[in-house]
T-cell receptor, first 112, second 114 residues
Framework: DVKVTQSSRYLVKRTGEKVFLECVQD?????MFWYRQDPGLGLRLIYF???????EKGDIPEGYSVSREKKERFSLILESASTNQTSMYLC???????????FGSGTRLTVV | AQSVTQLDSQVPVFEEAPVELRCNYS??????LFWYVQYPNQGLQLLLK??????LVESINGFEAEFNKSQTSFHLRKPSVHISDTAEYFC????????????FGQGTELSVKP
């Protein structure tokens, strides 16, 4: 089975800090995605990548950036954390769209 | 742009009762449809998917969903729920002009009571 590993389950950061959320998958998937999950809003796509060094904005990219230097690793960066970025962040990968995604366990980020 | 609407944010049911979680999507072109389940403090797991062929798809734990093209719906059903089915359920769609991206609904919280 594909494993998607997010480096932290819980994080607490201060307003204005630069925050890195790491995601690693072990099955050579081309496609990787970052979502945030908020009650009543479901999952909203922040950024995605279909290949190394490639990135595309999702529906809510403001305040975020990403890095994909290696195929297996997709990092989400909060350039200057704000309290409205307190959320659950979910990373996912897929081989092809028809197969659906495999998700990591999520990182619950609190910005104080 | 495509959208997915889950019509109920919360569904409370008693154990062994039937349940239906409703999902409608907006696209009129060929799409792939998915249901994911999220147990407390965990990531999302794929429950079942519709790609093509038979409009009725089943999961290994007794859930089924029916693709209805004319009504653009993909409702999830189970004839008899267990306490362990308590979770949040997400409907998702890919295809059309969205490429490989999944568009998710808002989620339905299923709460099974003894």
């Amino acid at each position: 089975d594909v494993k998607v590993t997010q480096s932290s389950r819980y994080l607490v950061k201060r307003t204005g800090e630069k925050v890195f959320l790491e995601c690693v998958q072990d099955m050579d998937h081309e496609n990787m995605f970052w979502y945030r999950q908020d009650p009543g809003l479901g999952l909203r796509l922040i950024y995605f990548s279909y290949d190394v060094k490639m990135k595309e904005k999702g529906d809510i990219p403001e305040g975020y950036s990403v890095s994909r230097e290696k195929k297996e690793r997709f990092s989400l960066i909060l350039e200057s954390a704000s309290t409205n970025q307190t959320s659950m962040y979910l990373c996912a990968s897929s081989l092809a769209r028809a197969r659906g995604y495999t998700f990591g366990s999520g990182t619950r980020l609190t910005v104080v | 742009a495509q959208s997915v609407t889950q019509l109920d944010s919360q569904v409370p049911v008693f154990e062994e009762a039937p349940v239906e979680l409703r999902c409608n999507y907006s696209s009129s072109v060929s799409v792939y449809l998915f249901w994911y389940v999220q147990y407390p403090n965990q990531g999302l797991q794929l429950l079942l998917k519709y790609l093509s062929g038979s409009t009725l798809v089943e999961s290994i734990n007794g859930f089924e969903a029916e693709f209805n093209k004319s009504q653009t719906s993909f409702h999830l059903r189970k004839p008899s729920v267990h306490i362990s089915d308590t979770a949040e359920y997400f409907c998702a769609v890919s295809g059309g002009n969205q490429g490989g991206k999944l568009i998710f609904g808002q989620g339905t919280e299923l709460s099974v009571k003894p």
